[in-house]
């Protein structure tokens, strides 16, 4: 079962911009006179509160220098999620049983609680190369491929940039795209959206179902790089990206309510023929976000170094978000800590919708309870620390400690008594060697 923003899936377009508009400022990167191989191994955990997601993500990044300029990259990933998944259902005052998503058996909810699909599991293998290189002493080029599998989802795509340099290379202008399909084989098969959830796999629902369906991703940003002086360089990006196809996630299901203010049942479970109604999620088939980025790095004369982003995003779903993202690197000869602070805001979608009303439900045209559409905050606090031994190897280790707030309508009726909006803790450990 994917999970698709639980941990992020790497989009390229955004690493061959950076390499393309890269510039050097004091002691912050190294140029490479000669041939040579870099190479960043590093392994990741992610542990979710209350037996949710827990991902392990082993990583391998080589980087050929063929001199200061010129560079191919390959880059390998692997993890593996386990745990349990919201998948999108109220409490409820009762025990509620849920298919699973092959129809082949199912899972409860006890009285109170958060309704989460434990049959989760998935394991991603990615591979993705990116070659840079300049065309003249004022321009240079990127081009960069990836594909990922998993068990129920494919992935391949394609990057391009091309940047110029002006005013001694100290301003970049960088035009990227990227394009990607995407093959979606869910468990079962396709759902389909505001259907009924069926009771096991001999319902027709199963039976008439698609066994994939595609999306396509086109991407394209514009960049200015600036260095201010010796130490210190910017970065504004305008990037927009569009989506089509099948971009509903097949896992994701939504509790119908009893409005009935006249009935006992009142804000509770939604019943027809004593089997409660639940509806499978229906998002829309195109997507369009933008967005405006905007970093800062800066170098003191110690050495020390601030890194501050800015992020933006809209589209046409109703989603506008916020990111502020900060870093301050501590360098002690051969080693440094750095503390980082994120904090992520985001407005709900527009038929985001916690549940679905009994006298309305078959009227809406678009659906979805899944949190990471609606009203959240995330807050990211974070401490790396790095050795750098006499050969230029580098040792270097990253705890971080992630913080989820959902908010939205408290429902009416028994579901008033219901904890619709919990939140969420998790850490991350990230242990790296750079040789």
Known sequence: MAVTNTMKKNHELAKILAAASCALVGGLSTAHAEESWDVDSAFLLYSESDGRVSAAEPVISATRNYDSETSLNFKLVADTLTGA??????????????????GNGSYSAAAGEQPLDDTFRDTRVALSSNWAAPINRDWAYGVGGYVSKEHDYQSLGVSSSLSRYL???????????????????????VPTGLFQVPEDASSSEFTQRNDSESKSIMDA????????????????????????????DPYKILSVIDDDSTGN??????????????????????RLKQ??????????????????SYRYMFDDWGVTSH????????????????????????????????????????????????????????YTIGLRYGYQFADETEFYTRFSL??????????????????????????????????
Not at 167 to 189: C, F, R, V, Y
């Open 323 to 378: 990111t502020v993202d900060a870093k301050y690197r501590f360098r002690f000869n051969n080693q440094y800590l750095e503390p980082q602070l994120r904090w992520y805001t985001q407005s709900k979608a527009d038929f985001y919708s916690r549940y679905l009303d009994s006298s309305a439900y078959t009227e809406v045209d678009f659906a979805s309870a899944d949190y990471r559409l609606g009203d959240l905050d995330t």
């Open 402 to 435: 992630y913080h989820q707030e959902s908010s939205g309508d408290d429902g009416y009726g028994k579901l008033t008594s219901q904890e619709l909006y919990p939140g969420l803790d998790a850490a991350m450990l990230m242990v790296g060697y750079k040789f």
């Open 85 to 102: 998944s919201p998948n999108g259902a109220t409490p409820s005052d009762q025990v509620q049983t849920f298919t699973s998503p092959s």
């Open 167 to 189: 005013n001694q290379k100290n301003t970049t202008l960088t035009l990227g795209l990227g394009a990607s399909s995407d093959t979606i084989n869910p468990e079962g098969g």
């Open 265 to 286: 049942n009142y804000g509770g479970n939604y019943t027809v023929n004593n089997r409660n109604v639940y509806l499978y999620e229906k998002r829309p088939d195109s």
């Open 221 to 248: 940003v514009f960049g200015i790089t600036q260095v201010v002086n010796r130490n210190t360089i910017m970065q504004f990006n305008y990037s927009i990206n569009t989506s089509s196809g099948y971009l509903t």
């Open 291 to 308: 967005s405006l980025y905007w970093q800062t790095k800066h170098q003191f004369e110690n050495n020390d170094i601030l890194d501050v």
